[in-house]
């Protein structure tokens, strides 16, 4: 049984390949590093990761690009024994287009592509393609001839900024595009139309779109045309997936879609959607990947299994499931060379600047660099939260010789929203344990009042999350008890719908250890394991 969404916490806009009997899944990044997630199954229920492709310097450098810019919207295609992975880089987003016209939109992006024979393996240095827009998208066609779309950004004052999608023919042998780029489909009246895939079935090219924006409007449409560069005619029935009217579904936001074939013959659609907090509009954790059949109508048009062209919190798979679950990676100790899997940092394609596993075995050990509003050189190591109830804890050895040096504990969607449990130093209290908050309400960072001094040693720092309830608490001592700070945060300010909407807010929350020195001395600090458990509510004093 398919459970979704598959894959929990931060995964957006999925593009879905099958090779044989292998599924692969390859998800959006943004700013954090390595570049682009893909996850592979072969019974659709139970997904691994098994690679971030763009890891090298000469790949990737996301220094300087600001919150929910960076790698957007991979396309994973596969031909001929070889893996093609087209991707945006955004470098600038400016304000969000609320309307479609808003005066002048400058952006800056760039698509490129990176090939490998392995998902696992090493991938190809970039090549340049376009920079008419973003969400690219490879088709392979069967007489041989592959082509690129993309939407295509239109910067202009009075116009529709989401310009339609165009397409332009790939040259395989050549590594570049070849001929004039065609405008092939300019949407519906749903607008933001975006993220094009493109397949062939029945003698009919489909196109496979994202329309409404990314919010609770958000839906996937359909067009079809016996030729490649058009016209595309869109089913008259309206978006093929959609949440939008459909307010009770625990998946919302449902869009971004990508077809495949299984290997019995049916039909999938692999789709971003986002969870709520109950009773709220908040999306914590972000926009996740959901995955259910589809299937064919007799006028050729698709449609969900139901007909309803709602996501399904659970669907029948296709494929055999092929044992159980594997274990969730509950407590990291970090006593191997590289990075446990679930880690993930921000920006930098030099990891050996802001961490170290070797200099201390058995600790990972964090360089303070940045604060944790910069753009450029951030120590933070950090995971996905993908369950409403975690508790989350970590052993800190640090010593702080001046109050601009800090480590701790980091809830963290952006640099404008985060909750901080950190050790620092001061002259009034020495070193102590302070909480401080940045949330969109305010300006700035809030630091909230509770100080406590802790005494020489490593400090246990704890976190228990209950939906949109968040406690810090910590120990000196396995025989201590613990103490918990009185203020409960509110985790709602640390989603996507949090702050202005002015602004884009295109990841979700990720948890772990961060360490800072604005004085520019890079002091370090230890720690020596990290613990992630989902749990139920749980009382605390």
Same mark, same amino acid.
């Given at each position: ?118 998902? =696992? ?194 669907? =029948? ?150 939906? =949109? ?73």
């Amino acid at each position: 049984m398919i459970r979704n969404p598959v894959l929990k916490g931060f995964n957006p806009d999925p593009s879905l390949v099958r090779v044989g009997g292998d599924y692969y899944i390859a998800t959006s990044t943004f700013e954090w590093f390595p570049g682009i997630q893909i996850h592979h199954s072969r019974d659709l229920v139970h997904w691994r990761l098994v690679g971030r492709p763009l890891r090298r310097p000469s790949q990737l450098d996301l220094r300087g690009v600001p919150d929910s810019c960076g790698v957007w919207a991979p396309c994973l295609t596969h031909k001929d024994g070889l893996f093609y992975l087209v991707y945006s880089i955004v470098l600038r987003y400016g304000r969000t287009t609320v309307s479609g016209v808003n005066g002048l939109a400058l952006r800056d992006f760039h698509n490129f592509l990176v090939t490998s024979p392995s998902v =696992e393996g090493d991938w190809s240095d970039p090549v340049r393609l376009n920079s008419s827009g973003f969400d690219p998208s490879l088709f392979h066609d069967d007489d041989g001839r592959s082509y690129l779309l993309n939407m295509l950004w239109d910067h202009r004052p009075d116009q529709q900024h989401f310009g339609g999608i165009v397409l332009q023919e790939y040259s395989l042998a050549g590594r570049s595009l070849i001929g004039e780029r065609r405008l092939i489909y300019a949407g519906t009246d749903l607008g933001f139309t975006e993220g094009p895939h493109l397949l062939k079935h029945d003698g009919w090219y489909y196109l496979i779109v994202a329309e409404g924006g990314t919010g609770w409007d958000h839906a996937v449409t359909m067009a079809r045309s016996r030729h490649i560069e058009g016209p595309y005619e869109t089913c008259p029935t309206g978006p093929i997936l959609t949440s939008r009217g459909y307010p009770e579904s625990a998946l919302q936001r449902a869009g971004h879609g990508d077809l495949i074939q299984a290997r019995d013959g049916s039909w999938l659609i692999a789709y971003l959607c986002g969870r709520p907090l109950p009773g709220r509009r908040h999306c914590v954790m972000g926009r996740e990947t959901a995955i259910q059949p589809m299937r064919w109508r007799a006028d050729g048009w698709m449609e969900t299994l139901d007909g309803e062209c709602a996501p399904a919190p659970e669907a =029948e798979s296709p494929e055999a499931e092929i044992g159980v679950a594997p274990p969730k990676a509950v407590r990291a100790d970090f006593d191997a060379a590289d990075l446990p899997a679930e880690f993930q940092w921000l920006r930098s394609p030099q990891p050996e600047r802001l961490f170290s596993l070797t200099q201390r075995p058995g600790f990972l050990r964090l360089y303070g660099r940045e604060s944790l509003g910069s753009y450029f050189e951030q120590a933070l190591v950090a995971r996905r939260q993908q369950d409403f109830c975690v508790s989350v804890s970590t052993m800190l050895d640090y010593s702080p010789r001046n109050f601009q040096q800090s480590a701790g504990l980091v809830f963290y969607y952006n640099a404008r929203k985060y909750h901080y449990c950190y050790v620092t130093w001061d002259v009034r209290y020495g070193r102590h344990l302070r909480l401080t908050s940045a949330v969109p309400d305010t300006q700035g960072a809030e630091t909230l009042s509770t100080i406590y001094p802790l005494a020489d040693g490593p400090v246990e720092i704890s976190a228990s999350v209950e939906y =949109e309830r968040l406690r810090f608490g910590f120990r000196q001592s396995a025989d201590d008890g613990w103490t918990w700070f009185g203020a409960a945060l509110d985790m709602c300010q640390l989603s996507d719908e949090a702050g202005s909407q002015d602004l884009p807010n295109f990841t979700g929350t990720f948890v772990g250890m961060a360490c800072q020195d604005m004085s520019g001395d890079g002091l370090a600090a230890d720690f020596d394991w990290f613990c992630y458990q989902e749990t139920g509510p749980v009382d605390l004093p």
